[in-house]
């Protein structure tokens, strides 16, 4: 059977500031989506990560259904209307157009989707990141799909042996989608020189080189690029499937012990560790610090099993408190050197406009002046 797997995510508020939505958020979000799905969708799951809420659903109407799209829209807006009565912090933050214009791409919602005729065994992963960039996902991918290091099945896998196929965006073009396509392992360094700059380089899909399957869709979504200015952090979505041609589960969650900084953290100016979080946990320190949860599911005629939480076990504990000293380290710092953005990054204008205002009062010495 071809199926349709389309993540969306969005932040329409959030109690106490930026921690986690409400209950009755997201009692609005899935009461309309089990309305409006009906005869639409084939299943969902509904979760959450910091405060962005993620919705996945599955269908056989192919990636960018118009109607699929309008369905999460429609549920956010409901979300927004909920956070705004009980006076939750950033209602509708993401929201970021009036009016719905086919699909959410481009309207503010992460988007991850794909379609694919199911496997026998359909095991895949939806990670769902809050407080950092599409980005964060750059070094996680190129570790489980083109270093042997992670991926054993590179050595050992006939079929992951023959590589990969990447498409990768510039995420600063905005007169369209600027994107170019190199194969591991022949283009490993050139991909390696993009996605250095996590803040303009981003992987958008993945495919393999033995079938051309796809493998992973993931959001390349950057929310000032929409609105003309900084409204929260741009906090992605990704879709990966595993196994067989494709990296093992445990390759592709393994770089994710690294915790490796990313940007993002208090007020989206900031440098963190990304640490790996259990499903539905919130964010607090210092609005961060940036986290990533994953969800692995089977799914079988487009139907999905419950939800495992993969970064639910004692291994994850120990890497969780290394990324909790990883931040304490980088957060001594303060605004200093590495821990925050440099100037040309920062999407909040007050430090560019009190620049401005001190350029004026610069004055050569005399001496610098007579030469």
């Known amino acids: 059977m071809k199926v349709t797997l389309t993540a969306i995510k969005a932040d329409v508020g959030s109690i106490g500031g930026h921690i986690c939505p409400s209950e009755r958020l997201l009692a609005a979000v899935e009461e309309t989506v089990v309305n409006g799905g009906k005869g639409l969708i084939l299943d969902y799951s509904l979760n959450y990560t910091g405060d962005d809420v993620a919705i996945l659903l599955t269908h056989d109407r192919g990636i960018d259904d118009e109607s699929v799209h309008r369905l999460a829209w429609d549920a956010f807006l409901a979300g927004t209307d909920a956070a705004k009565e009980q006076g939750l912090y950033g209602a509708g933050q993401d929201i970021l157009k009036d009016a719905f214009s086919g699909n959410t791409r481009g309207l503010g ?60 965006m510039d995420v600063d073009c905005t007169k369209g989608d600027r994107v170019i396509e190199l194969v591991t392992p022949e283009d490993l360094y050139d991909l390696a020189a993009l996605l250095r700059d996590n803040g303009r380089f981003v992987v958008e899909s993945i495919h393999s080189r033995h079938d051309g399957d796809i493998a992973v869709s993931s959001c390349t979504t950057r929310l000032r690029n929409i609105a003309g200015k900084y409204v929260g952090k741009d906090d992605p979505i990704m879709l990966v499937r595993t196994q067989k041609s494709f990296p093992a589960t445990g390759e592709v969650l393994a770089p994710f012990e690294i915790c490796h900084h990313v940007s993002g953290f208090m007020r989206g100016s900031h440098i963190g560790p990304l640490m790996p979080v259990k499903a539905r946990s919130s964010v607090s320190f210092f609005d961060g610090p ?76 005399s001496e610098a002046a007579d030469e």
Not at 134 to 159: K, Q, R, T, V
Not at 306 to 334: C, M, T
């Open 290 to 365: 940036p986290v990533v949860s994953c969800l692995a599911f089977s799914i079988r005629n487009g139907t999905l099993t419950e939800p495992v939480d993969a970064f639910d076990h004692p291994y994850w504990d120990w890497v969780r408190q290394k990324a909790a000293q990883k931040a304490h380290d980088i957060r001594q710092q303060g605004f200093s050197g590495p821990a925050m953005l440099g100037i040309h990054d920062l999407e909040y204008v007050g430090i560019s406009h009190r620049l401005d205002a001190l350029d004026g009062r610069f004055a050569l010495r």
């Open 109 to 168: 919602p992460a988007v991850a989707e794909m379609e694919f005729e199911e496997r026998p065994n359909e095991p895949f992963l939806m990670f769902t990141a809050d407080k950092t960039e599409p980005g964060a996902y750059n070094l996680p991918l190129f570790l489980a799909f083109s270093d042997p290091m992670y991926n054993a099945g590179l050595i050992l896998s006939p079929n992951g042996g023959k590589g990969y196929r990447f498409t990768v």
